[in-house]
């Protein structure tokens, strides 16, 4: 009965700019200057993800150029003093890199992104192979989907098994992202399913409910 849930390959970036570990400082700060973009994935054999270098990283070079504490952050933080000589991607970078597969729902990316503190993940296939990169910006992109377009999926994917037309009559209507269901129904303890249900299709803002109790006259309306 479940729709499908859109998954990350429907709303990444396919044209994806990255470099490889050999790529200099100087390159690996124009490409994302050129690209607009605050990160990049570094490859190697044939478009293997194995690493990321971030706006984050160059700066530390800038950041401790003339730090007169250098000596003892490099006590502290030998990874930053090391970032802050390099010279390479392949010495930039962070690795090994936190990615997702493009076969992952846009829940578990915007998980992956929450937990790991980063703005965009490289997006990877079945092999491990770089097939392009999603952002926070592409995960957003679900709540412009057509009110219609999700109307029709609560219908067809929940609605239908829940209240099937032959027990009771359940109308959809979406404004804007938030799903109004009205009519009658026969059994109210379906209604805290169908409102789980129905928060879990893409691009649902908020699910409200009026809804009464077929043949008994009880009344089910409220926002579960």
Do not use: C, W
């Amino acid at each position: 009965m479940y729709g499908t849930a859109h998954i990350v390959s429907d709303v990444m970036t396919q044209t994806v700019a990255a470099v490889g570990r050999r790529a200099l400082f100087k390159e690996v700060a124009q490409l994302m200057q050129d690209r607009q973009v605050s990160a990049l994935p570094v490859i190697e054999g044939g478009g293997r993800v194995v690493g990321v270098v971030s706006e984050a990283d160059l700066l530390t070079k800038e950041e401790l150029r003339d730090d007169p504490d250098a000596g003892y952050l490099q006590l502290r933080q030998p990874v930053d003093m090391a970032k802050a000589d390099a010279l390479t991607a392949g010495d930039l970078m962070s690795s090994p890199a936190v990615t997702v597969r493009a076969g992952a729902t846009l829940a578990e990316a915007a998980r992956t992104m929450a937990r790991a503190g980063v703005k965009r993940l490289p997006v990877v296939d079945e092999g491990g192979l770089l097939a392009g990169v999603v952002s926070r910006a592409d995960l957003l992109k679900v709540f412009l989907r057509d009110d219609e377009d999700i109307a029709e999926e609560v219908r067809r994917e929940i609605v239908s098994y829940l209240f099937p037309l032959s027990t009771s009559a359940v109308q959809v209507e979406v404004h804007d992202g938030v799903v109004l269901l009205t009519g009658r129904v026969r059994d109210n303890a379906l209604v805290p399913v169908a409102a789980r249900l129905v928060r879990a299709v893409e691009g649902v803002v908020d699910v409200q409910f009026d809804l009464a109790r077929d043949d008994r006259g009880v009344s089910g309306a409220g926002r579960p």
